[in-house]
């Protein structure tokens, strides 16, 4: 093995290091909104929502 693929050989495997401490790095900073995102997905499944403005009464006291 000469030098110029040893050279070629630590390129490649710290490109990949770093590529995967990118990955890694963008995954973690991204966890707290999809967290966020789940409980609020949980949250609105659990709770009873309101009809749709289109399916609500708009006479006075509510009767269609």
């Known amino acids: 093995m000469d030098w ?3 050279t ?3 390129l490649a495997v710290f490109g990949f290091l770093g590529l995967c401490v990118m ?3 963008s995954l973690l900073r991204q966890l ?7 409980h609020k997905a949980r949250r609105s499944w ?3 929502s ?3 403005v289109s399916q609500r009464s708009t006479r006075p006291g509510g009767e269609d």
Do not use: G, K, Q, T
């Open 4 to 6: 110029n693929s040893v």
């Open 46 to 48: 659990r709770e009873p």
């Open 50 to 52: 309101e009809p749709p």
């Open 32 to 38: 707290p909104e999809l967290f966020e995102a789940w």
């Open 23 to 25: 990955l890694a790095v």
């Open 8 to 10: 070629l050989l630590a």
